[in-house]
């Protein structure tokens, strides 16, 4: 069982920086390719960024690419997303999901374990 707990996320301006952090629990989580995924109110969950289990491999959406970085630090049971040049259009519950899977995955239900998620809200 591993438990995702994200933080970071606050109200910014446009054209601003945030980093989320997830930490998660548990002796495995080197073990795990993790993901951040956001949502918006009616509209589904979608795929933001992932990471393999060493951090040797990344996949973006086409909407952040350039702009958000993800990363982890596997003796901190810790995976980031640096957020640059943020837009309105990023404003999201952003959530940091975990997934028994040595490879990224893009897909929603590739991932077991889910936090609670952390509120962004970029103004213009």
């Known amino acids: 069982q591993v438990q995702l707990v994200e933080s970071g996320g606050r109200p910014v301006q446009a054209g601003g920086s945030l980093r989320l952090s997830c930490l998660a629990s548990g002796r495995t989580f080197s073990t795990y390719a993790m993901g951040w995924f956001r949502q918006t109110p009616g509209k589904e969950r979608e795929f933001v960024a992932s990471?393999?289990?060493?951090?040797?491999?990344?996949s973006y959406a086409d909407s952040v690419k350039g702009r958000f970085t993800i990363s982890r630090d596997n003796a901190k049971n810790t995976v980031y997303l640096q957020m640059n040049s943020l837009k309105p259009e990023d404003t999201a519950v952003y959530y940091c999901?975990?997934?028994?899977?040595?490879?990224?995955?893009?897909?929603?239900?590739?991932?077991?374990?889910w936090g609670q998620g952390t509120q962004v809200t970029v103004s213009s």
């Open positions: 990471i393999n289990w060493s951090g040797g491999s990344t």
């Open positions: 999901a975990a997934a028994r899977s040595i490879a990224t995955i893009t897909r929603e239900y590739g991932y077991d374990y």
